[in-house]
Each structure stands twice: as structure tokens, then as C-alpha cells.
């Protein structure tokens, strides 16, 4: 489970900006959003994210998502080159190095990683835990001028100096040092559960890619097809089975379009409908049903973009609640539009609420409803209305109605 995740240099993330998962003292609907994975550590499942278009919502989606692929996902080749960009509106950013924080819980133990580089490499990595104090797991550098890794363990660890010879051997200088141990056959628990936390992590789930994210997932079975059926009867959908199968199958790009089709049943007739024949709204829920299975049955860190599009509010709310009411030790960051849920202090804590803004250097700045004192929101205000009035930022500065078309060539 993730404590805090931390940014720097990213897109249009200039600053460090800190998303955390950690709860406040508060009690309110603590037994539905809040986890103490280790004694006395409160953290929240859920973190919605609220801002206007092109403040920064995605891309601090974006960068947990690149830091999962990182460490996850290595290169093969030294010449490989990581896709991203810097902050490009400023002189200096785009020569410095990217920077990634992530603090998190695995295995009732608690640790803290940190990683820096550019575009050719792995400038710098640090894993340390706490047991209860904090020790350095290992500590890596890069030369970059011979193009070359050196790792060192923390003196805790067990067979420390044939651990570091294995891994330079295998980390090259654009891959990070759990990239080198997944290529090896080494045995080490700190780098396994290291490991264990970033696959826990899915990837970014947008719309370009939704559908094959579930049907990719119900078609090899990793999801069961009767747990979706009993979602869609419970969100009133008149559904009492539905099928998914190839349609074509692409080898080189493993990469499969999935053909699904939904059976209606009507006054003791069956009907087959195709997937796009049926309701966006239809479409969408049958997605997110696989989501919430995923969500409750296992231990996942979820972020989906655009959580509301083409959901009916009360659908948007079902899911939301089936989500907090059910879930053990997943967590959930979404980025949304959907201001109703703002409207009710029956659904949301305050540290589960966040904001993107773009500050005067056209940076985005990600801050908590909970870091405003009272005198702009309490207890009993309608966030909706002071968020509506813009007190709390990360809402579109539209300006006026009026537009001057002028003939011209």
C-alpha cells in the first residue's frame, strides 16, 4: 500500500508535489476509507482527484504509472531511451533529472525509495526500511560517462557483496536495480517484496484502452465471468449473460481484439446484443465491474482516468461505495469532473479529496481539501459551492461568452 508518492520534474509537474495516502485524526467514515496495515499507520483507500482540463490530474497518473514500468518493465538494451518529458516551460528543468519518491507499506514492513534520471539512464536509487529504524536496503549510482552501475547493500543485509556483484551484472545503466533483479536468479526478501508492491500496481487504465483491459482479463480467466454478471444485475441492467472470444488474434503485438456480446432475456426469449449496440453507460459499468472485483478480491493500487465518463452519477456513487463498503487492502486513485459527490459529507473525508492547479509558472500544484483551515472550509460547509466559486482552485478560468469572428483570408 502506498503511504506517499512523490514527483519531481515530470510533464507539468516543475516542483516536488506529494500525493499521500495518509489519514488524518479524523474519525469521520474511518471504517470505510481508512487501513492500519502496521500498528498505529492510518492510511486512506481512495484518492479523487479534481481539476480543470490540462492542470495535471493524468499526469500525476502518468508518472506512478511510469514508475511502475521502470521498475517492472526493464530494458534490454543499453541504447533504449526512457519516453517522457521534462518540464519544458523553463530554461533549466529540461537539463535536470526526473525524480520519483514512493513510500509504502509491504508485508507489515515499511519502506522508502527514491530514484532519479534523465533520459539515457538511472542516475541514482535508494531503498531503505524501517525495522522499526530506518536502514538502507541498497544504494545505487551510475556512471555515465562509462555507462556503467554500481550497487551497494546496506551493511543489514544479508550476503551483501554477492548480491552486489550479481546485480551490477545484470542492472545496466537505464534499468533500475528491481529491473536487474527480475532478470536474475537471486533470492534476496527485501528486493522481493520491493518487487511485490510495484506489481501490485496496474497499469494506467484510460479510455483508449479500457476495453481490452477487461476483456483481456475475463477471456484468460483471471477474473470470473459470474462476479460480473451479478455486478450488472445489481446496477439494473437487464443482462443474464454475456460472452467474450477473439475476434482477431495479433501474435507479433500480443495484442487480441475481443469480440463481446451481451444476452438479454425478454418475455422467455433470449436476445444477443454486441458490445456496441450496447449503452455507453451499459459498456463502461461492465468495465468497471471488473474493476471492482479486482479491487475487493485483491491487493491492488488502481488508478483509473476520467473515473465518471459515461456514468450515470449513481452509478459513479454505486461504484465509489461498493469499492469502499467491500475492499480490505486496495487502493484507488482516480482523476474526475464529477462535482456531486462534493455535495455530500456523507461520502467523502477530506484527506481522500485532492486538487490540481496550474501555479503563474504554469506548473501544476497537487494539494488536499484537507490542508485548508477553517476559515475557507468546515465541517458544515458545501465544498461543492466553495469549489464551484473557485476558493479551492482547480477549476477553469473561462472568462467571458463572447467571441469575435472576424472574416479573413
Given at each position: 500500500?502506498?503511504?506517499?508518492?512523490?514527483?519531481e520534474?515530470?510533464?507539468?509537474i516543475?516542483?516536488?508535489?506529494?500525493?499521500?495516502?495518509l489519514?488524518?485524526?479524523?474519525?469521520?467514515?474511518?471504517?470505510?476509507?481508512?487501513?492500519e496495515?502496521?500498528k498505529?499507520?492510518r492510511l486512506?483507500?481512495?484518492?479523487l482527484?479534481?481539476g480543470?482540463?490540462?492542470?495535471?490530474?493524468?499526469?500525476?497518473?502518468k508518472?506512478?504509472?511510469?514508475l511502475?514500468k521502470?521498475?517492472?518493465?526493464?530494458?534490454?538494451?543499453?541504447t533504449?531511451?526512457f519516453?517522457?518529458?521534462?518540464?519544458?516551460?523553463d530554461?533549466?528543468?529540461?537539463?535536470?533529472?526526473?525524480?520519483?519518491?514512493?513510500?509504502?507499506?509491504?508485508?507489515?514492513?515499511?519502506?522508502f525509495?527514491?530514484?532519479?534520471?534523465?533520459?539515457?539512464?538511472?542516475?541514482?536509487?535508494?531503498?531503505?526500511?524501517?525495522?522499526?529504524?530506518?536502514?538502507?536496503?541498497?544504494e545505487?549510482?551510475?556512471?555515465?560517462?562509462?555507462?556503467?552501475?554500481?550497487?551497494?547493500?546496506?551493511?543489514?543485509?544479508?550476503?551483501?557483496?554477492?548480491?552486489?556483484?550479481?546485480?551490477?551484472?545484470?542492472?545496466?545503466w537505464?534499468?533500475?536495480?528491481?529491473?536487474?533483479?527480475?532478470?536474475?536468479?537471486i533470492?534476496?526478501?527485501?528486493?522481493f517484496?520491493?518487487?511485490?508492491?510495484?506489481?501490485?500496481?496496474?497499469?494506467?487504465?484510460?479510455?483508449?484502452r479500457?476495453?481490452y483491459?477487461?476483456?483481456?482479463?475475463?477471456?484468460?480467466?483471471?477474473i470470473?465471468?459470474?462476479?460480473?454478471?451479478?455486478?450488472?444485475?445489481?446496477?439494473?441492467?437487464?443482462?443474464?449473460?454475456?460472452?467474450?472470444?477473439?475476434e482477431?488474434?495479433?501474435?507479433?503485438?500480443?495484442?487480441?481484439?475481443?469480440?463481446?456480446?451481451f444476452?438479454h432475456?425478454?418475455?422467455?426469449?433470449?436476445?444477443?446484443?454486441?458490445f456496441?449496440?450496447?449503452?455507453?453507460?451499459?459498456?463502461?459499468?461492465?468495465?468497471?465491474?471488473?474493476?471492482?472485483?479486482?479491487?475487493?478480491?485483491?491487493?491492488?493500487i488502481?488508478?483509473?482516468?476520467?473515473?465518471?465518463?459515461s456514468?450515470?452519477?449513481?452509478?459513479?456513487?454505486?461504484?465509489?461505495?461498493t469499492?469502499?463498503?467491500?475492499?480490505?487492502?486496495?487502493?484507488?486513485?482516480?482523476?474526475?469532473?464529477?462535482?456531486?459527490?462534493?455535495?455530500?459529507?456523507?461520502?467523502?473525508?477530506?484527506?481522500?479529496?485532492?486538487?490540481?492547479?496550474?501555479?503563474?509558472?504554469?506548473?501544476?500544484?497537487?494539494?488536499?481539501?484537507?490542508?485548508?483551515?477553517?476559515?475557507?472550509?468546515?465541517?458544515t460547509?458545501?465544498v461543492?459551492?466553495?469549489?464551484?466559486?473557485?476558493?479551492?482552485g482547480?477549476?477553469?478560468?473561462?472568462?467571458?461568452?463572447y467571441?469575435?469572428?472576424?472574416?479573413?483570408?
Amino acid at each position: 500500500m502506498i503511504i506517499n508518492f512523490s514527483v519531481e520534474n515530470f510533464g507539468s509537474i516543475k516542483e516536488k508535489q506529494t500525493l499521500s495516502f495518509l489519514a488524518n485524526k479524523s474519525d469521520h467514515l474511518e471504517d470505510y476509507y481508512v487501513i492500519e496495515p502496521i500498528k498505529g499507520l492510518r492510511l486512506n483507500k481512495l484518492a479523487l482527484i479534481y481539476g480543470a482540463n490540462a492542470s495535471g490530474k493524468t499526469t500525476v497518473l502518468k508518472a506512478l504509472d511510469f514508475l511502475r514500468k521502470i521498475c517492472t518493465e526493464p530494458f534490454d538494451k543499453k541504447t533504449e531511451k526512457f519516453d517522457f518529458e521534462p518540464f519544458l516551460f523553463d530554461e533549466n528543468t529540461p537539463q535536470q533529472n526526473t525524480k520519483f519518491e514512493l513510500e509504502f507499506v509491504q508485508n507489515e514492513g515499511r519502506y522508502f525509495y527514491e530514484v532519479e534520471l534523465n533520459k539515457n539512464c538511472i542516475v541514482k536509487e535508494r531503498l531503505y526500511n524501517f525495522s522499526p529504524n530506518k536502514a538502507l536496503v541498497f544504494e545505487r549510482t551510475t556512471d555515465e560517462e562509462r555507462e556503467l552501475t554500481s550497487i551497494k547493500f546496506g551493511r543489514k543485509i544479508l550476503k551483501r557483496k554477492h548480491l552486489e556483484e550479481s546485480l551490477e551484472i545484470f542492472t545496466l545503466w537505464n534499468n533500475t536495480v528491481l529491473g536487474g533483479y527480475i532478470k536474475t536468479n537471486i533470492d534476496d526478501s527485501n528486493l522481493f517484496f520491493f518487487l511485490y508492491e510495484f506489481r501490485s500496481i496496474t497499469p494506467l487504465v484510460d479510455k483508449s484502452r479500457i476495453d481490452y483491459f477487461t476483456n483481456n482479463l475475463v477471456y484468460n480467466g483471471e477474473i470470473d465471468r459470474k462476479d460480473i454478471k451479478n455486478f450488472l444485475k445489481k446496477a439494473d441492467f437487464n443482462i443474464d449473460d454475456f460472452n467474450v472470444e477473439i475476434e482477431n488474434e495479433d501474435v507479433k503485438n500480443k495484442i487480441n481484439k475481443y469480440s463481446v456480446k451481451f444476452r438479454h432475456s425478454l418475455n422467455g426469449q433470449n436476445y444477443e446484443l454486441p458490445f456496441d449496440s450496447e449503452s455507453e453507460g451499459t459498456q463502461r459499468y461492465y468495465v468497471f465491474s471488473t474493476f471492482l472485483i479486482l479491487l475487493i478480491k485483491d491487493d491492488i493500487i488502481l488508478s483509473i482516468d476520467e473515473l465518471e465518463s459515461s456514468l450515470h452519477p449513481d452509478l459513479y456513487r454505486h461504484f465509489l461505495l461498493t469499492f469502499l463498503v467491500n475492499s480490505k487492502k486496495s487502493q484507488l486513485i482516480a482523476t474526475t469532473h464529477n462535482r456531486e459527490i462534493l455535495n455530500n459529507r456523507d461520502l467523502f473525508r477530506d484527506d481522500a479529496i485532492w486538487f490540481t492547479d496550474k501555479n503563474e509558472d504554469s506548473a501544476t500544484e497537487l494539494y488536499s481539501l484537507a490542508d485548508f483551515d477553517s476559515s475557507v472550509v468546515r465541517d458544515t460547509s458545501n465544498v461543492l459551492n466553495a469549489y464551484k466559486s473557485g476558493k479551492l482552485g482547480g477549476v477553469p478560468n473561462l472568462g467571458d461568452y463572447y467571441i469575435d469572428l472576424e472574416d479573413g483570408e
